[in-house]
Structure formats: C-alpha cells, structure tokens
C-alpha cells in the first residue's frame, strides 16, 4: 500500500509541471524535506518508510542507521532505484536496496557499530512519489559502543543539526510511549533549531509496548508537554513482524484496528496512526504549493502581458497575403524614413542616453572635431618665418628691396589654404560614416524581413556615396575659390600698415591697454569643465585618481570634486603642448599627454601629465578644447625633413621687420579663412547631402525598391521571424493555460491554518525534570497533567475534508497542573473530534 494522500497530490503537481514545460521554463516548487530525528529504536526508519510507502530500509536492534541517508524521490514513468556510489546501476528489488544500504554502511563504518557523517544517497524513480527528499538519521546515543567515539553523543547531534537547521525541512520529532517524554532529545533538538513550533511533528510511536495500566492519552491529546502542531500516535511492525515479512498494507491495518479497540485511544482513532501521518505531511506539501502559486502566477501575468500585443498582431496577420505585403511594405518604409528624419534632426521619444548618436554626433563634427582638424594643422613658427624670409629674397631676386613684397604674402597664404583640403575632406567622410552608420541603425526595424534590410541599406547607401562626391567636389571647389582670389580689402583684414604698427612695441602696449579696458580678462573664460583620470601618479602616492577639470584661456586647474572648493593645482597653459598616449593592454581609458617645451615640471616632479577619459571621443573633445586655450599638439617630425636646412638661419634687421610684417598679414587673412571655411563646411554638407538624402528616403526609395527586385521577395520573412511568431503565440496560449491551472489549483486546494503558539517553556526546563520523569510510563491519574482550559480545547491541525473542515483540540496552557480522574468532569468537556473520511479532497 502506499501513501494514499501522495497519490493526490501527483496528478496537482504534474499539472503544473506539464503547465510549465509547455512554455519551455521550470516548476521549482522546491517541496519541503521530511527528516525523522529521535534516540536508538525509537522507529524512525518505520516512520519512513510508511510515508514512503516501501520497505527498504534496514532493521534491528540497538543503532541500525550509523550513516545518513539522503532519499530523494523523483517521479517517473518506471519505479526503480539508484545510488550515487553506484553510478549507472538500477535496483529494481528494494531487498537489494536494503542489503546496498547495509554494505555501503559496513564499508565506511565497520561492521562494529561505529558511525559516519558521510551520507548514502539514494534516488528512487516511481509514478506514485513526488519529487521530495526524505532523511533518515541516526539515533541520538549516549554511551559509545563497539567502534564508536568516546564523543558520540556530539558527533550524531551535529550530524543532525547539519539537516534540520534549514528552513526548507519538517521535522518529525519521534519519540517511543515506553519513554519519559521530558527526556526526549529529539523534541530538545527541534526546539533549538525551531522555536516557534513551525516545522515540528511530534510522532509517539511504540504505543502498543506500553505497561498495562498506562498509555499515552494526555501526550496524544496535547495536555502533557503540548506543541505547537501537536502529536500524532503510530504503530510500526515488530523486528517478529519483519521478519515474518509481513506487508505494510496489513500493519496499517492492524494499527487501525489497535487504536480502535483501545479504551483510551478509540476516541481518536480517527487522529492517529500511520495513514492521518501521512495526511498531516501531505497537507503540508499542499500549503507550501499554494504559497508558491502567487509568485508563479505573478511571473505568469508579467510574461502574458508582454507578450499580448505582439501576439494579437501575429494573430490577425497572414504572411502570405499579397495585400497584406504591400501594406507592409509601405508602413516600414515610411517608418523607416521618419526613424532617419528624427536620428538626425532630434526628437523627444526614444532617446539615447547612453552615446551620442546620428544628428548629434554630426553636429560634434562640424563644432569640435573639424575645427581639431584645422587647428592641428597649425604651421611651425619657425619653420614659417624660414619660408616667408626665402619668399622675400627669391621675390627681390638679385637685388635689395626697399619694400616688403605682396608677392610674397600670396604665396604664403595660397601654401597655407591648399592645406585646408585634407582636414575638409576628412569631414565630409566623418559625416559619410555616421550617415550610413545612422541608416543601418535604423534598418534594425526591417530584420524580420532580411531581403528588403539588404536593398534598403545598399540603395540608400548608394545614394550616400554618389552624394559624397558631389560634396567632396563643391569643398574642394570652395578651396579653389579662396586661392583664386586674395580679398585684401576685406573688412577685417589688417593691412600693411596695421601690421607694421605691430611690429612697434609701442604700439602694441597701447593696443593691448585699450583691449583690455574695453574686454574681460581672458583668465575668467571657462572653456570646459569635466572629469579626467591623472593616470601616471606613482603606486606610492595613491595611484590614477579622478579630478574635477576646468580649463580656461589662462590656465588648467582641477579640484577635488565638481563643487570647485577644494582647488588641488592650478597649471598655467604658458609653453604647453599635447601628445597622444598610446593605450596599454593594463588599461581600459583612453589618454593623451600635457608636456612644457622648455623641458620643465609641469606637476611636481612630473615632466609630463598623463590625463585619461573613458572613451576617444571624450579625448578628442578634450584636445579641441585646449587648442581654443592655444594649447597645440606636439608636431610629429617628419623623416627627412629639413635636411637640407642644417645651415644656421640669420636675417638683418630689415628683412627681419619685412618677415615680421608678412607672418602678421598671414595670421590675419588666414583667421579670416577660417573662419569663412567652418561657417561654410556645414552648409555644404547639410544641403548637399544630409538633406537630399532625407528628400530621397521619403520620395524615391520606395519607387526604388519597386523597381529593383521583385515585391513578394522583399517581403519574405526571415526563417527566424517565422519561429519567433509559432513561439510567440504558442507562448501565449501556454501562458493563459497556466494560470487557468494555477487559478484551479487554488480553488480547488486549501490551506491549513498553523495553530496558535503554545506554552513551550517545559523545553527550556526539560533538564531538571530528568531526575523525576512523570511521563509517559506514568498512570492515567498522573499529577504532572496540565489542567483543560474551561472553554475547551484548541484546535492543533484542521484537516479539510469532503464534507466539512474540523480541527483537532489542542491545549495551549500547560502553566497550571492539577490531578485528572479517569473521566473527565463535567466542567472540562471530553474531546470528542467529529469523524474525518479517508479521503480528502484538494
């Protein structure tokens, strides 16, 4: 016979599970562990192996069980055992279970009663279990035998402790009638582990070995020493009944019948006994599926939701509609174009705010990284005053000039603005790959359909390209533009006569004084403020920190932190010029460098300061931002250069006033220049290609893909969009099926209510009443029994039935003691619990 009440439960679990399996996840309902705790032959294995079902464990006199035994049950179609020590071999005879488990037990042990904390792991497969793990334990001893420790006492309550402690395990708590229950060890140890009384069971076993004249009612009715969920009353086989092998079936039937015809247990019978064990454990297993079904169907609702509209479209959509494609087509093209229009221009929904992206980044092209370009360009002083000397004295030839030639400023402005070609076209290939970077980021919409992602990328990225030219043509055509025609006469050009006067210091310091009273003091301009990492402070002195950076026209100075109170150095930009650092393999920043070029500390003892950020594009706009404070990148030699020029380079004084005359027209017309190039490079771009390819998105692209290939084959959808539609939508009816089951299981099951708490404090005092045990070898008359409350008892545990919902009576106050006759009087009522049918309903 096996356990009736499991019986039920499987079909509720299965149901779950096969919920569950359906939607490809996992039903962990992590069901409790059983572990039977007690002294020698108190019958903890029959406990066991009656819940179970099975008779497979060992028997005896004295310590049977000296190791632990871990049995996990596990549902499955054939019935059959295995044992991890044993990989690969299946016992389908539990005898021969039962002779491995004693085998297994002698070879760690000895076969001299000595024990082991290692435990026997044993798995049993059958359609009749559910997946639980069950312990059996060794019984709690006092005095070593044979091979045992001097400290076994110890060594088995440890090795218990290990199991009970966790909160995922019910303890039985089993205790033999011909023993003073006050001195039961195994109600000390669920005590310990389990103060409330939550997870505790006392079971009595051994009631048909009591003397006559006595019995165990007071315990069985929660009078005597009561817990919390109370005590339930078992009958095991004899080791004669064993050995006579007689089945489980019929020991459960002679239990029946022994509590039935026992003057002080008839009353109860219906409480007692193996097969009511078994409901109280099962009811057990319910409650704790019932309390896992809110989080279940929580995680179920999250997921349906997610998936309903996506679903309801899948629903409602034939892919192989003709109709239905060329809607199709049209809607994604037109969200296509409207997804490009919003990444370049900006809008307010779906922001990133993770990296710059599409418009923004361009616009960080056309104010930061172009105007680098043109900066890094920047001509060597000397190398420049050498080529305008040369240009002066071709210019005059054979002769001395009286005069500074205007030939020779043409010719140094034309060299310098024929280098403004390479940073031009270098933008408009920035500009290139952040567009094409932009489409195929918006094409990500078209996955499900991969032909019509192909076409759309490659004809818009055609156009692109074809735009490119045009625009790379129009930038080079500017170039020409400007050397075509030398506008000396432009409003903001100096002129001869303002660069000579620049050459007299006089003049300069009155130029100077009348700027500065009209404009602020360039120190008080803020450039830019940011963290930077100085990443090369020696180990010793605390490694790479982050400081707070504030860059002004005069100096670079960080803080402490961004409230800019606490000023750590102040750096002023005089002779200062930056380098790149190469990135090591050790870090995972990207750098540049801040050195003086007249070889001085720049920081302490530091020639140079390593500065680092987190990405390149943070580094770049870092070194734009010192070239407006006039700090330069370091020039890279280039090889051979200037070999020819080792002779030693001397001008008189005149031509060196005519070199100083034409560098300050040079510096004059080029700021002029510039500043004509960087108003007029994003002009160019925007019109020539950034809008035209919007105008195409919307107006052509769709005539092109019409054209281009054929419509039914755009629209052909990927292989992994088919799956992802079966998924989604055989998810969704799983899902909704689910729940329907979980919403049936909750009100088709009930859970029962843990009784109220109880007077505990007998556990606290259980060692000093050792010495004068009034337990259960004491007669009925005992005066150690705790007096019944005038209202009646307390319910220990309700058990639903098919009928109705009763509960057991249970006493909670066992402060008062008084002295009970054989039948109760009448101002304390007889327990007389209604009958509860066999079979429960969930």
């Known amino acids: 016979m096996g356990n009736r009440g499991m019986e039920e439960l499987i079909p509720l679990v299965n149901r779950l599970q096969d919920a569950f399996s359906a939607i490809g996840q996992s039903c962990n309902l992590d069901l409790p562990q059983i572990a039977v705790v007690g002294g020698q032959s108190a019958g903890k294995s029959s406990v066991l192996e009656n819940f179970v079902g099975r008779d497979f464990l060992p028997r005896g006199s004295g310590i049977v069980t000296r190791r632990p035994l871990v049995l996990q049950l596990i549902s499955a179609t054939s019935e059959h055992a295995e044992f991890l020590h044993c990989k690969g071999k299946k016992f389908t005879d539990f005898d021969e279970v039962r002779r491995e488990i004693e085998t297994e037990t002698d070879r760690v042990t000895g076969g001299n009663k000595g024990i082991s904390s290692v435990p026997i792991s044993l798995r049993v497969f059958s359609p009749n279990v559910l997946n639980l793990t069950l312990i059996d334990l060794p019984g709690i001893t006092k005095v070593p035998v044979g091979d045992q420790p001097p400290d076994i006492e110890y060594q088995i309550r440890d090795m218990i402790m290990q199991f009970i ?47 006559d004249g006595t019995d165990a009612r007071d315990v069985l009715e929660n009078r005597l ?57 099962n009811q057990q297993l319910t409650n704790h599926i019932r309390d896992t079904l809110p989080a279940f169907r929580s995680r179920l609702q999250a997921q349906l939701l997610a998936l309903d509209k996506e679903a309801e479209e899948y629903r409602h959509t034939n892919p192989d509609d003709p109709s239905r494609k060329t809607k199709a087509l049209m809607q994604l093209i ?7 229009e919003k990444s370049i221009e900006g809008c307010g929904d779906q ?3 993770v990296e710059l992206s599409g418009g923004a980044k361009i616009n960080r092209i056309f104010h930061e990284r172009f105007p680098f370009e043109l900066v890094k360009m920047e001509f060597d002083e000397k190398e420049l005053r050498r080529e305008i000397s040369f240009a002066i ?26 280098k403004l070609k390479g940073p031009c076209v270098k933008c408009v290939d920035m500009v290139v790959q952040e567009l094409i970077s932009t489409v195929r980021h918006c094409t990500k919409k078209l996955g499900i359909f991969p032909t019509l992602r192909e076409e759309t990328e490659r004809i818009v990225s055609t156009y692109i390209r074809e735009r490119e030219s045009q625009a790379k043509d129009q930038v080079l055509l500017s170039i020409e533009i400007q050397l075509s025609y030398i506008n000396t006469n432009h409003e903001d050009f100096i002129g001869f006569a303002n660069a000579q006067q620049r050459n007299n210091p006089t003049s300069k310091k009155a130029s100077a004084g009348n700027q500065g009273a009209a404009a602020p003091p360039p120190s008080q301009i803020v450039i830019r403020k940011g963290w930077l990492t100085i990443s ?16 002004t026209a005069e100096s670079l100075s960080w803080f402490k932190d961004d409230e800019e109170k606490e000023r750590k150095y102040m750096l002023p930009l005089d002779n200062l010029k930056v380098r790149d650092v190469e990135k090591t393999f050790m870090s995972s920043k990207h750098g540049f460098s801040v050195f003086n070029t007249e070889q001085r500390n720049v920081y302490k003892d530091y020639r140079h300061l390593e500065l680092a950020c987190d990405t390149q594009e943070e580094v770049d706009s870092w070194k734009a931002s010192l070239l407006r404070a006039g700090v330069y990148p370091e020039k890279t ?7 020819g020029q080792t002779e030693n380079f001397s001008m008189d004084p005149q031509l060196e006033r005519q070199v100083e005359t034409i560098r300050n027209l040079v510096d004059s ?15 160019t771009i925007m019109h020539l290609m950034i809008n035209n390819v919007k105008e195409f998105i919307h107006s052509e692209l769709l005539a092109q893909l019409y054209s281009s290939s054929d419509q039914s084959s755009l629209m052909d959808e990927s292989p992994e969009q088919a799956l992802r539609r079966e998924e989604v939508l055989r998810t969704h009816s799983a899902l909704k099926e689910a729940l329907a089951i979980i919403t049936d299981i909750a009100t088709s099951t009930t859970s029962t209510p843990l009784p109220p708490p109880v007077d505990s404090s007998w556990l606290q005092t259980a060692t000093t009443n050792r010495r004068s045990p009034s337990g259960l070898t004491a007669p009925r008359r005992a005066p150690s029994a705790p007096s019944v409350p005038a209202r009646g008892p307390a319910p220990p545990l309700p058990v639903r039935s098919s009928c109705s919902t009763t509960a057991i009576p249970n006493h909670t106050d066992s402060s008062q003691a008084s002295a009970r006759p054989h039948r109760a009087p009448p101002s304390v009522p007889r327990r007389q619990p209604p009958a509860v049918p066999s079979r429960q309903t969930y």
């Open 165 to 211: 402690c966790r909160e995922n395990c019910l303890v039985l708590a089993v205790t033999p009638a011909n023993m003073d229950l006050a001195n039961s060890d195994a109600l000390k140890l669920a005590k310990d582990v389990d103060p409330q009384g939550q997870r505790t069971i006392g079971v009595i076993t051994k009631l048909d070995l009591m003397d």
């Open 637 to 643: 030699p280039v090889e051979g250069e200037g070999s």
């Open 225 to 281: 020493l009561p817990l919390r969920r109370g005590y339930i009353g078992v009958v095991n086989r004899s080791q004669k009944d064993i050995e006579g092998r007689k089945d489980i079936s019929s020991a459960i039937a002679a239990e029946r019948l022994f509590f039935l015809s026992h003057p002080a247990y008839r009353h109860m019978a219906d409480y007692m006994g193996t097969p009511y064990l078994q409901r109280v454990l």
């Open 669 to 683: 017309y080029m700021g002029i220049v510039y500043k004509s190039i960087r108003d007029l490079m994003p002009k």
């Open 351 to 353: 922001v990133d705010t």
């Open 393 to 418: 004295k071709n210019i005059h030839g054979i002769r001395t000039g009286l005069f500074t030639p205007d030939l020779a400023f043409e010719a140094i402005v034309k060299k310098q603005i024929v």
């Open 334 to 340: 037109q969200h296509f174009g409207l997804d490009f």
């Open 536 to 551: 090369n402070i020696s180990l010793m002195k605390g490694g790479a920190k982050e400081f707070w950076f504030l860059l």
